[in-house]
């Protein structure tokens, strides 16, 4: 759309900003980078529409601004992961030991239930350091670390809190007891779910941009170094 008192460089930099998705700070920095580049070729030029011609079109560039937004997304997934799983089993184990517990010993179900809860959150945490580590390389498929980050959030989330479901209808009476005498269980019951809705809904934001097409390798004069 052009026409009088539009301006070719606002105009350019609204019509990139439709069409990209990610993390909103990063992206408002980048329209905002990209503008005051615009504004500063056009003063050189003399010339909005010859400097919003150099410098590309919105199909031309969006891409690799997206790959951009695609890898700080797939990046904070994989830091929230890291952070939120172990925290909960040692916020858990923390709150076991000071005697806000079931009362008795559980059966033998729920104490495999535990373990396998266990077990899948430190594997969650391993995997997500690694895919953490791995978004901070500049030849890392963005889109292949998103749909890996959002696919393992949501596994772990499902995992973790289907068997703390499991766990506690499966020794409901000792629950309900524990909630009734030990009020932190309630808190940390709120806590960790919370947990997991954060988690499920940074991984259902990178898969969202796993899945979009509009993606190509970054080049270096675009690839950032700031973080999520």
């Not at 992206?27 to 503008?35: D, F, N, Q």
């Not at 992961?81 to 040692?90: E, S």
């Given at each position: 759309m052009t026409g009088p008192g539009l301006d070719p460089v606002d105009l350019h930099v609204a019509a990139l900003a439709r069409r990209l998705r990610g993390p909103a700070r990063?992206?408002?920095?980048?329209?905002?980078?990209?503008?005051?580049?615009?504004?500063?070729?056009?003063?050189?030029h003399r010339d909005a529409a010859v400097a919003v011609a150099e410098f590309g079109s919105v199909a031309e560039i969006a891409p690799a601004y997206q790959a951009?937004?695609?890898?700080?997304?797939s990046r904070r997934t994989a830091l929230l992961?890291?952070?939120?799983?172990?925290?909960?089993?040692?916020?858990?184990?923390?709150?076991?030991?000071?005697?806000?517990?079931?009362t008795g010993p559980a059966p033998a179900a729920v104490r495999l239930l535990a373990r396998v809860q266990d077990l899948v959150s430190w594997g969650i945490t391993a995997l997500a350091a690694t895919l953490l580590v791995l978004t901070l390389r500049s030849r890392a498929d963005e889109r292949r670390l998103a749909l890996a980050a959002g696919g393992l959030g949501a596994l772990g989330a499902v995992l973790c809190g289907g068997t703390a479901v499991a766990m506690n209808l499966a020794n409901l009476d000792r629950t309900v007891d524990m909630l009734a005498t030990h009020p932190a269980a309630l808190l940390a019951i709120v806590l960790s779910g919370v947990a997991l809705v954060l988690v499920l809904a940074s991984t259902t934001r990178a898969?969202?941009?796993?899945?979009?097409?509009?993606?190509?390798?970054?080049?270096?004069?675009?690839?950032?170094?700031t973080g999520p």
């Open positions: 990063l992206r408002r920095s980048m329209l905002a980078e990209t503008r005051a580049g615009l504004l500063d070729a056009a003063a050189a951009e937004l695609t890898a700080a997304q992961l890291v952070a939120l799983f172990p925290a909960m089993v040692l916020g858990w184990d923390l709150l076991w030991s000071s005697g806000v517990a079931w898969l969202r941009l796993g899945v979009r097409a509009d993606h190509r390798p970054v080049g270096p004069s675009v690839r950032r170094t």
